[in-house]
Each structure stands twice: as structure tokens, then as C-alpha cells.
Nanobody
Framework: QVQLVESGGGLVQPGGSLRLSCETS????????MNWYRQAPGKQRELVAG???????NYADSVKGRFTISRDNAKNTVYLHINSLKSEDTAIYYC???????????????WGQGTQVTVSS
């Protein structure tokens, strides 16, 4: 059974920091690209950061320089370090695992339940 469990969200003042965690089980973590998405009220879900199996990272322009994604393959966990939080970062943050099935070449994606981040004074 595949599980992705996010944690670390909460209420933070503008300018503050958070570390989100996503602990996984039931997948071969090391071969997956791991992504963090977010969805703000009334908006579409957007990709904010990703890290490939070899450690390459990518970020949405809106978070570059403030967000850092990292992974610990020994713990099957991906992290999102968020600094200099802004009100527009308020959203539910979702963890995603992604890989291409080796035989079918189809994408295999799993999602966590999300963790709420609220930035407010």
C-alpha cells in the first residue's frame, strides 16, 4: 500500500520559515522524482518544486531563492524548506511521487493528502 504523508504545515507570520516533510512508504523512493505542489483557494494546483532521483532540482519562478527541496533516500522522505514566507504562499501543499513505468512507459503518480500552510500576521 502506497502512502505519502505530509507534515510540518501551520500558521506562520510573514517572513517566517517552515519545513515540510513527506514520508513515503510502498514505493521505491530512490527511483522516483519527488515534487511539491500547492493549491491556493480558488486557484489551480501548481508545481512549486521538484527533485529527480539523481538530485537535480527545479523551482517555480515565484519561489526561487526562498524554497529548497531536498530528499533523504535512507528515510524515504522529501522535504521542502520555505523561507521568507509571504501571504501568497498560503495554500495546501501536496507531495507527489512520479516515475515512468519501465515497461508500459506510462506515468505512475501518487499523492499525499496535503498539509495546510497559512501565512498571516
Amino acid at each position: 500500500q502506497v502512502q505519502l504523508v505530509e507534515s510540518g504545515g501551520g500558521l506562520v507570520q510573514p517572513g517566517g520559515s517552515l519545513r515540510l516533510s513527506c514520508e513515503t512508504s510502498g514505493i521505491t523512493f530512490s527511483i522516483n522524482t519527488m515534487n511539491w505542489y500547492r493549491q491556493a483557494p480558488g486557484k489551480q494546483r501548481e508545481l512549486v518544486a521538484g527533485i529527480t532521483s539523481d538530485g537535480s532540482t527545479n523551482y517555480a519562478d515565484s519561489v526561487k531563492g526562498r524554497f529548497t527541496i531536498s530528499r533523504d533516500n535512507a528515510k524515504n522522505t522529501v522535504y521542502l524548506h520555505i523561507n521568507s514566507l509571504k501571504s501568497e504562499d498560503t495554500a495546501i501543499y501536496y507531495c507527489n511521487s512520479h516515475r515512468i513505468h519501465v515497461f508500459t512507459r506510462k506515468p505512475v503518480d501518487y499523492w499525499g493528502q496535503g498539509t495546510q500552510v497559512t501565512v498571516s500576521s
